[in-house]
């Protein structure tokens, strides 16, 4: 077997024996099977004003496709963006440079491994979406060229780009998570609000989602007699479900440029991967060594000296937990460039001068997304580094390690939103602040369960990103902190949350220490 179907195979294999790759998969079975709503549920993903379709295999098919184009878009990128990075921990990047394989195959290689790892949970979200037909559907006949022809045209050739994505993003930005983070967030923003309205415009939009919204608006305008712009929303909508009309959608009729284009992106991300391979470092990576000065001892300086134990120092024992928060936090506040704490610095400015709700609703989720890599590996940072062994026969590694984690992400959270926090005690809105400061910690609490269920923290970057995007998209299910709602009720559910992750971080960590 060639060394480019190697890398292939081996990168494959790897990550999908990984836990964050079947946690991922478990995932998205639990997400796709909301994709579309069983009869009496109280919920929609897809609607046009007052009109959704019937469960046909267009609309299953369509509507599935869809949705695991822009929902796995949002999460791939996170599941796959660590290959080359683990090719350099592992040092079989050293191995892989002194093969006769170039730059690009090995880039192109990591492309193809990525997209395959993608298309094989696009493949379980395809057959889920077949099986949710055979339960949901409205006495329609089942036809799979309905259901392939969307997955084939739409969602491959995004997660295609998705994947070629995630290459370029290490080759440039390897040692930078928090840019890859951030840079992606920012990048999918973009790509979301692109609005096409012509024929040539279809052909730009990568996700290929927005001709199928086009064509569902013509047909609800074609029912209802109007040329006013139908509302639709694409994502989950809760409530009102009782009242909306059924029509019946039964697929697209692809412009031969749109397919086109489709093959043209894949291409054009194969030209991407061509010319950074100039630019791939080849695993030629400078260390940092320090070199200090070597002092030579000659035998006159060195003499025998009767060392007197009463003479030395007693030793003290600090059984506290304040030396160890110290560190955490100081841990938590060092971590990445200096210069990012001239962004989060800029983000703290404008929480104190931006209009309230703007600050609240958007700058402090995007402020609080910056932290993601210190949060990420906020109790798994011991097992990265192999000094887990160590660090769990501390004295008591639960009462005094792992509390004091959780306490220093939390302070350096709140810390980050405390001019907000300000900004409502002084308008006597108590809520609303409470609803911030536990906002704050359970998201911290949230980076520590599922770092410690996952034992990485590719699960929490994943669902972090989720969570912060559909916040700053309004939708209120993912509210944490009262951007939305900041009633007392609200309060109290934020609380409960985090006693459940708290007993759940402390009881699986309990279990990893016996």
């Not at 927005?210 to 809760?238: A, F, H, P, Q, W």
């Not at 991300?269 to 950074?276: F, G, Q, R, Y």
Request: glycine share 4%.
């Amino acid at each position: 077997m060639t060394p480019f179907f190697t890398i292939i195979k081996s990168d494959y294999l790897q990550r999908t024996r990984s836990y964050a790759f079947l946690i991922t998969l478990c995932a998205s079975l639990a997400i796709a099977y909301t994709f579309v709503p069983e009869p009496n549920a109280n919920y929609s993903t897809i609607r046009i004003a007052d009109h959704v379709g019937y469960y046909n295999s267009a609309w299953f098919g369509y509507v599935t496709a869809i949705m695991t184009s822009i929902f796995l878009s949002l999460i791939g990128f996170y599941l796959i963006n660590s290959g080359i990075k683990k090719d350099i921990e592992t040092k079989v990047g050293q191995i892989v440079a002194a093969t006769p394989i170039s730059n690009f195959k090995y880039l192109f290689a990591k492309v193809l491994s990525n997209f395959i790892l993608l298309l094989t949970i696009v493949l379980v979200v395809f057959i889920m979406s077949i099986i949710l037909f055979v339960l949901y559907n409205d006495d329609f006949p089942f036809e799979l060229f309905q259901f392939v022809k969307p997955y084939i045209l739409i969602t491959a050739p995004a997660m295609f780009f998705i994947s070629m994505l995630a290459v370029v993003f290490e080759v440039f930005l390897g040692k930078y998570s928090v840019l890859q983070n951030v840079g992606f967030f920012f990048l999918f923003s973009v790509l979301m609000i692109f609005t096409p309205k012509t024929e040539t415009e279809f052909s730009l939009d990568v996700f290929g989602s927005k001709i199928v919204v086009l064509k569902l608006e013509e047909t609800v305008r074609e029912i209802t007699n109007s040329n006013k712009t139908s509302d639709l929303s694409i994502g989950y909508v809760v409530g009102n479900v009782k009242k909306v009309n059924k029509f019946e959608f039964n697929g697209i009729d692809f412009p031969v440029s749109f397919i086109i284009s489709r093959f043209i992106w894949i291409l054009f991300s194969i030209i991407i991967i061509a010319t950074i391979s100039r630019f791939f470092h080849r695993f030629n990576i400078k260390e940092r060594i320090s070199i200090k000065k070597l002092t030579v001892i000659t035998e006159k300086q060195y003499e025998n000296k009767e060392v007197q134990l009463s003479g030395l120092p007693k030793p003290k024992m600090n059984y506290s937990m304040f030396p160890l928060l110290k560190t955490e936090f100081l841990m938590l506040f060092r971590k990445g460039k200096k210069w990012l704490w001239i962004i989060n610095g800029i983000g703290i400015i404008l929480l104190v001068i931006l209009p309230i709700k703007i600050s609240h609703q958007i700058v402090l989720p995007v402020l609080w997304f910056l932290q993601v890599s210190r949060l990420s590996d906020l109790i798994t940072k011991e097992a990265t580094n192999n000094v887990h062994y160590f660090a769990f026969t501390s004295y008591k590694p639960l009462q005094r390690l792992l509390l004091s984690q959780l306490l220093a992400g939390s302070i350096l959270i709140v810390s980050l939103s405390l001019p907000l926090i300000i900004r409502y005690s002084n308008l006597a809105d108590l809520n609303t602040a409470l609803s911030i400061l536990l906002g704050g910690v359970f998201i911290v609490f949230l980076a520590s369960t599922m770092g410690v269920i996952s034992k990485g923290k590719k699960l929490f970057e994943v669902v972090f990103f989720m969570i912060t995007y559909a916040n700053i998209n309004g939708i209120p299910f993912v509210d944490y902190f009262g951007g939305m709602s900041s009633t007392y009720f609200d309060a109290v559910k934020l609380l409960v949350c985090i006693v459940v992750l708290s007993i759940v971080s402390f009881t699986l960590r309990k279990i990893e220490l016996q």
